[in-house]
């Protein structure tokens, strides 16, 4: 493992090892308190960027989109050698999640109708009925690698099926999803020869063609669905009108990505990380085991905040302003690092410390403001079911390897987590 310095003028949290590394949140700490506004200075390759790291920050920011818009990219990711197939490959403008008011705020209303509290609540049993196939099928083995055969599965079933995305396709769905959304860890560069695999041109194609391979899926199957309507989400969108005209099959196209990219990874990430720090915390561990109503409590929220999925989003400011005394320039991206915040001492009272029983606990792992999760009511309600169902039937479940991590500074990822455990 390379060893940090651990200055500010040192700091380039573009490099992927810091988070592989699990190095992320000593950073995160020194710059809290050292450059809580960063300057995070340009590379042969990205150009620079704030990095904001306190949670009043993240707040204002989110708070305010039209000073700081989202349709000029969510990610730190700005290439000092620009592609015009960026933008457009980015759905700037057109994606739910990079577009800004007063657009944003129409397009949500179109979906709005599946994700609320009573949509969610309706899917409890279901949800119950697919954790328990997952956990059938692992009871006889004597250990799995908990990412790929329990924590992808759940969330991968829950937004395929809302989608309307037949069994056969789930698997293409897992390695589209990691290409898109994890695409610079060299085990998704699948696509890539072997030879060239971990560089930053790599991770390019890998995104690149997981995406249009997701695009050409998602195309084929709206046009098979306006011939052959059906009462999914797809469905929904095929119905829906934005005012007063009905939706294209462009806009549908970005739904259909956003939510499967944005409704499949980042609950992994939450169920593989919690799996991990309840095993690491064993008295936390022991008491959602001897009251497991903390989990509707108190103990879900505390694995989204601990684990903090999302690494980060970022957004463009449309004119000069100033954030904590930092001239921030018309143009220029902040980066929002989740992690940070949820960590931040100003607001968590010793926020190192894993406590499933934590209240308050507002964290932002689900961002805040317009662009508030929509998928967080199924996230947090998947957390829940998966927990209790786990612990209700192999309570001494434990990891039992190495923990790999993705390579990303986008998604705070477990690649591979092997537990072992047996039957209650
Ligand atoms: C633990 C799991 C999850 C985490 C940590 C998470 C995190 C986030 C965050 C931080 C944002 C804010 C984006 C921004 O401010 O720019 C967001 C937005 C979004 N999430 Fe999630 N998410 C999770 C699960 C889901 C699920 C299960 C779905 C779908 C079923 C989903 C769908 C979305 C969508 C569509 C948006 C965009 C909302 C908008 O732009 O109005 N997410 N999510």
Redesign the pocket.
Known sequence: MTQLSLSPNDIDLTDPEIFETNQAHEVFRMLRREAPVHWNAENEVMRGFWNVTKYADVIAI?RNPELYI?SHG?TQMEPVIKNPMDEVMQGFGKM??T?DPPR?VRL?RL?NKG?TPRAVGAMEIHIRDIVTRILDDIEKKPGVDFVTEVAALL?LA??CE?MGCPRSDWNLMFDLTNKVLGGGDPEYQTDVPEAERGTVEAARQTITSGSMQMFQYWANFIQAHRKDWKDDLVGLLIEAELDGDKLNDEDILWFAF??IV???E??R??ISGGMLALHENPAEKQKVLDNPALLSSTAVEEI?RW????AH?A?VATRDTELRGQQIKEGQRVV?W?GSVNRDEDVFADPYRFDVTRAPNDH?????????????G??RL??KVIFEELFRRFPDIHVDGDVQRLRSTFIGGIKHLPVTYTSA
């Open positions: 989110s989202s969510i739910l999640i577009t944003h949500r979906v994700f969330p829950v937004i809302m956003l939510l944005a409704g499949n980042t609950t990430n939450a989204l684990t903090s999925p999302v989003m957004r929002m989740y932002l792992a689900f961002g805040i403001g317009e662009h508030f999760c929509l998928g967080a199924f996230a998947e957390l």
